[in-house]
């Protein structure tokens, strides 16, 4: 191991989309020291997505549920990771639980926002100026840089590998043909239904596209498998739900072959804006000031109409209507993928 180099622990967050943003602040590590070692410690599903990631080194479990205490486990996990003889800890979450594992380290620097009060257990404390890092990517870079900035950091894009050799592993397995070009349609969003866009609409504008000439591929967790028989009748071959039938690392791989994904403002759409497809992101109780697609301008497509309401950020529309939702068309997102 090169003593010389920077050697970074990362305490990762616990959200899909949140993971694959923090792969910015990687990159930007790497970007100001090449010969820098990161490893991070993230929930074991998290892990394969990692591997994905060539700026990180390692991937570490860490053995609690989200939202779990757990401080002995994370003070026994700290021990072990001493031997590592890491130089500076980032602490990505703002919770006191979370600065447990990079102090049990000893790591000599542990950077990260002040949060719960979590003086002692970090001691380079940054103070979150939200009105100067607005968007949560920005957040995360910034620990990074200096202390108070004064401007908000570049991003550089999240990128994730493609394995193709998994890739044809997963065409043969799922019995999927490119003989059509392919839209990937994602209906789930696990944070609650303000940010999902109807399952009839998706239902439409998969058959409308299947007319255009596409096959559909219905991508998500077993909990989207419903929605997908919705938007996938048996009686339709050319639109597949696959829902519940892959690892999160193979959306990375099935995303690389397609022409346009259409997704709620979600864990996957961030895997699939890293993969390189063009995404087409409907918002309802978000908005995409805050956490936007990263990607370049010509791969994203942004539909959020901005009520009086929005954002929200409630996981039930607290006034019934959803009209944030409602109110965007199946025809104006055909039209844009048809373009």
């Known amino acids: 191991m090169n003593r010389q180099a920077e050697r970074y622990l990362i305490i990762g967050p616990s959200w899909i989309g949140d993971m694959v943003m923090a792969q910015a602040l990687f990159k930007t590590l790497k970007q100001q020291h090449p010969d820098c070692e990161i490893d991070v410690v993230a929930p074991k599903w998290s892990l394969p997505i990692l591997k994905r990631m060539p700026e990180v ?6 053995d609690v549920q989200h939202g779990e205490f ?6 026994k996990l700290g021990k072990q990771l001493r031997k590592n003889h890491y130089t500076h800890a980032i602490v990505i979450p703002r919770s006191w639980k979370s600065a447990i594992i990079s102090f049990a380290a000893k790591v000599p620097i542990r950077t990260g926002y002040r949060g719960e009060m979590r003086y002692g257990l970090l001691n380079d404390i940054r103070v979150l100026n939200k009105d100067i890092l607005k968007q949560t990517v920005q957040r995360y870079v910034a620990h990074a840089g200096k202390n108070n900035p004064q401007t908000a950091p570049v991003i550089p894009f999240p990128a994730l590998t493609i394995d193709h050799d998994n890739q044809q592993h997963l065409l043969k397995k799922l019995h999927l043909k490119l003989n059509r070009p392919v839209i990937c349609i994602m209906p789930g969003a696990e944070y609650g239904p303000a940010k999902q866009w109807s399952v009839e ?16 591929w219905v991508i998500g967790s077993e909990k989207d498998r419903a929605a997908g028989n919705i938007i996938s009748p ?6 597949i739900n696959l829902c519940g039938k892959t690892q999160l690392a193979d959306t990375v791989d099935l ?8 997704c709620n403002d979600s864990g996957l759409m ?56 409602t109110e965007i068309h199946v025809d104006e997102i055909v039209d844009s993928i048809n373009k």
Not at 234 to 239: C, M, Q, V, W
Not at 255 to 262: D, I, M
């Open 57 to 62: 080194r390692h991937g570490i479990a860490v």
């Open 70 to 75: 757990s401080f002995f486990k994370r003070w």
């Open 201 to 216: 609409y998706y239902r439409e504008l998969a058959v409308k596209q299947v007319d255009a000439g596409y096959q559909i």
């Open 234 to 239: 048996a009686s339709d071959d050319a639109i």
């Open 255 to 262: 995303f690389a072959c397609a022409e346009a994904a259409v």
């Open 270 to 325: 961030h895997i699939a804006a890293a993969s390189g497809v063009k995404v087409h992101v409907i918002y309802g109780s978000s908005t995409p000031d805050y956490t936007p697609p990263l990607t370049t301008d010509d791969k994203k497509k942004i539909y959020y109409l901005g009520l009086s309401c929005s954002p929200c950020f409630k996981r039930e529309c607290p006034l019934g209507h959803a009209e944030c939702l």
